[in-house]
């Protein structure tokens, strides 16, 4: 596995790849989450380059840009495990070089749920992502289900903008008691670490009432807000039952749905969701 | 000389294309600027690519995307006598999908001039440059420099965006009388387009004032001032001398310079500029 930090010698690195080249691009401190996208693209690709950038325009003014945890060798550890051939830790400072002005922005899509929490985040995203595909220059790129809404805006910038990349999103990988793997979890103190259960247990208990046949999202809504307020240290940013692809609030569902929320435990913020199909 | 309409039809005829690909991206109703930036790009190239596209997001409500002058056929038998491989002539209904919702924008360099003159349009060459380059995937790409806010524009986005693709920005070809090409000069009745020489004469006069030792931008902006006022027919939107690279107005010029201008005959806009080295 090749380790690359300069935008010269990533084009260099990236030269010497024929055949397909499929993308993984993370901000670190990795777990099994962004092992499986690893996996994934080496399944599916001659080879897989994968990025660690901890993307400064995606944070706002008030979040944990600063605290963001890395550790470098271990990310490496677990790429060269999962077969990775090239790895890219590009700086901030030859990333957004002075006088930087360009941005990449979608609209409808990121106005609700995450956009509205977190305003400016998918303008971030969205522009670093286009650097990163346009530096990498891959053939398929893999994104986790994890950040639902993230994944909708990049097909949805991918399609709109042309690029020739085919957008993989694979499933959430959870710890054994149902909590999303999210580089944020090590935020959590024990006692949160535990109450962040309710997180699967309240999507769950909408997704039970789903396969019972509810169909009113209002009702959905209802249930994981009711099991969030049962436990004393969540405190439940939103929750949404939304059309899958353009992530409208819903009245009834009756196509592809997104269930999604965003909570507080303390200051750390995490965010879940179930696809009803 | 091939010609594809289709994104599918374009992506099967790029992949036959080995060897150093440049890309001409026009708005069609060519002429001799247009094809000067052909004959550079198979000059430096192993094969050309031209696209024809009347971007409807990058003219304003009142401007003249309704009237702008087509001539297919024409168009085409010039790529093909300059040596053009491949010609993309796009359909605005394949290019700008029902849900379409992302733009590219560059913030500072877009504010004066024509951003000023024309809001929007920049965000639209933006955008459209951005998808075309996407689809096309050349290695170099060529500008005329009669369009010299626009050549700026994209050398901008193109180093924030990290797209792999050098810019080449090509000299404004010019009439026998010093008018500078385009394809709104169809607009003009025989008077106005008499009357049109006086862009040429303006930023003329203030050359020599340049070439004399005048470094006062207010003096060289008031001598182009001077000659428009003297054309009845002539209408000044606005003369710049700028920074070069960042579009600032200047007091003083002491490095390269840009000096431009815009001005009506009847509906007709027409813009120049001459670089101050």
């Known amino acids: 596995m090749q380790t690359v ?41 001659a080879s897989v380059v994968a990025s660690i950038f901890v993307n400064p325009t995606q944070f706002g003014p008030n979040e944990d840009l600063a605290k963001y945890p890395r550790d470098l060798p271990r ?29 990449v922005a979608v609209e409808g899509l990121t106005r609700p749920l995450e956009g509205e929490a977190r305003p400016g985040h998918f303008r971030g995203v969205t522009t670093i992502v286009t650097k990163l595909f346009n530096a990498v220059g891959p053939d398929k790129a893999y994104f986790g289900q994890k950040d639902a809404q993230q994944a909708a805006v990049i097909r949805q910038m991918v399609k709109d903008l042309n690029f020739p990349i085919d957008i993989v999103v694979c499933p959430i990988v959870r710890e ?19 109450a962040a259960t309710v997180l699967f247990l309240s999507l769950n208990a909408a997704r039970s009432a789903y396969d019972s046949g ?24 939103y929750v949404s039952c939304a059309d899958y692809d353009t992530l409208e609030e819903l009245e009834t569902v009756r196509r592809k749905a997104l269930l999604s929320m965003a ?15």
């Open 5 to 45: 930090t300069t935008f010269a010698d990533l084009r260099a690195a990236r030269r010497t790849l024929s055949g397909m080249v499929g993308f993984v691009p993370t901000m670190g401190y990795l777990h099994t989450g962004h092992v499986s996208l690893a996996l994934r693209a080496g399944s599916e690709c």
């Open 75 to 103: 990310d490496l550890a677990q790429l060269e495990a999962a077969g990775v051939e090239l790895v890219w830790t590009p700086t901030p400072e030859e990333m957004y070089l002075p006088g930087f002005q360009t941005w």
């Open 176 to 194: 054994p008691d149902g909590l999303a793997l999210s580089s944020r979890n090590i935020y959590l103190n024990p006692e949160e670490r535990q």
């Open 214 to 237: 509810e169909r009113a999202a209002d009702k959905l809504r209802s249930l994981v807000r009711e099991k969030v307020a049962s436990e004393p240290l969540a405190r439940l940013q």
């Open 263 to 277: 909570v507080y435990f303390g200051k750390t913020r995490l965010i879940d969701n179930f696809v009803l199909e």
